[in-house]
């Protein structure tokens, strides 16, 4: 279904990267927890009135079944246009499937990059534990360039065994490598068109990275267990689980350390994206540039045209069997 020609940038600008001056806080959010999909429960921060389109940023979602929720909740078919999604699979496993034909199931350190263009329409739906362990994970949506928006759609799985692991600190910190680098490992390529740096940190106590990142970009650290500890200046600050730690621009990387009391080990994620200088109008999953654009997004998939043909009457394997089994 995609073109076979990578379209994005580079995920790696060629600068010197340097760990002189650590960047400030800007602000920090606590993920909210709200209802998406069908019946889920999930944090979000990005996306939220306290933090909207930090470009190329739109959504941050952390999914986890313990939250609560319908017993069936997931995301049964729904479309997209104009953005890209990031879903990584923290434990459990989703299955996922689209209107031409694409199947398959992400399982625990999976991710999946998928660039919904000029249109998309598919589920995803969080595969039941056989030892009633929760399905937990996060989603990122990411802004298209405007060049990009009308592009055709594109699936990139990134399975668990892809992603390089980078280690620090005489092993007090460990990084999984996603996208972008850390201490000279590089991830896979061509994985977004955006450019996007995504890294998954696993810190000790007494652990502590300072991590440089591509000037200007902007970028925020998310807290998934434990406590950490973030140069702010002149201050340290502590920050816990589901606070989402939004940096400054200025400043050539982040410095983020777990105290040698903790009690335990500290999880989380550092992104970092190129700033998209463009306009955001966003109507649930359509994001296009103006008010026309997003309007002409819902005729479009109302209406099965101009990407959204096969659309019509399309109903996911997931959706039926969700269907049967509730009739």
């Known amino acids: 279904m995609a073109s076979t020609v990578f379209q994005g940038l580079p995920v790696i600008p060629d600068e010197p990267y340097t760990t002189t001056s650590p960047r400030k806080i800007a602000q920090v959010i606590h993920a909210a927890e709200v209802e998406e999909g069908a019946g889920m429960r999930v944090r979000r921060s990005i996306g939220t009135p306290r933090l909207r389109n930090f470009t190329p940023f739109l959504i941050l979602d952390h999914f986890d079944s313990s939250f609560g929720g319908a017993a069936e909740a997931g995301?049964?078919?729904?479309?997209?246009?104009?953005?890209?999604?990031?879903?990584?699979?923290?434990?459990?496993?989703?299955?996922?499937?689209?209107?031409?034909?694409n199947r398959g199931t992400l399982d625990a350190g999976d991710l999946q990059f998928m660039t919904a263009g000029r249109g998309i329409m598919h589920s995803e739906m969080p595969r039941a534990d056989q030892y009633g362990k929760p399905n937990i994970g996060l989603q990122l949506w990411v802004d298209l360039p405007k060049e990009l928006k009308y592009c055709e759609p594109r699936y990139r799985d990134?399975?668990?065994?892809?992603?390089p692991v980078a280690t620090a600190d005489e092993g007090n910190v460990q990084v999984k490598v996603i996208s972008g680098q850390a201490f000279g490992v590089q991830s896979a390529r061509e994985l977004s068109y955006t450019p996007v740096w995504y890294l998954h940190f696993t810190i000790q106590?007494?652990?502590?990275?300072?991590?440089?990142?591509?000037?200007?970009?902007?970028?925020?650290?998310?807290?998934?267990?434990?406590?950490?500890?973030?140069?702010?200046?002149?201050?340290?600050?502590?920050?816990?689980?589901f606070s989402n730690v939004v940096f400054q621009k200025d400043g050539d990387s982040v410095d983020i350390a777990v105290a040698q009391d903790a009690k335990q080990t500290a999880e989380f994620i550092v992104v970092a994206g190129l700033p998209l200088d463009q306009p955001v109008v966003q109507y649930g999953p359509f994001v296009a540039l103006s008010s026309e654009e997003v309007m002409q997004a819902v005729l479009d998939f109302q209406t099965g045209q101009n990407g959204f043909e096969r659309a019509v009457n399309w109903v996911s394997e997931n959706s039926r069997s969700r269907r049967n089994s509730v009739g």
């Open 75 to 101: 995301a049964p078919d729904h479309p997209h246009r104009g953005q890209e999604t990031i879903t990584y699979i923290l434990q459990g496993g989703v299955d996922h499937e689209d209107f031409a034909g």
């Open 205 to 241: 106590p007494g652990g502590r990275t300072q991590l440089p990142l591509p000037q200007g970009w902007n970028a925020f650290s998310y807290i998934l267990n434990g406590e950490v500890v973030v140069t702010d200046g002149e201050q340290l600050r502590s920050f816990q689980r």
């Open 158 to 163: 990134l399975r668990a065994e892809e992603v």
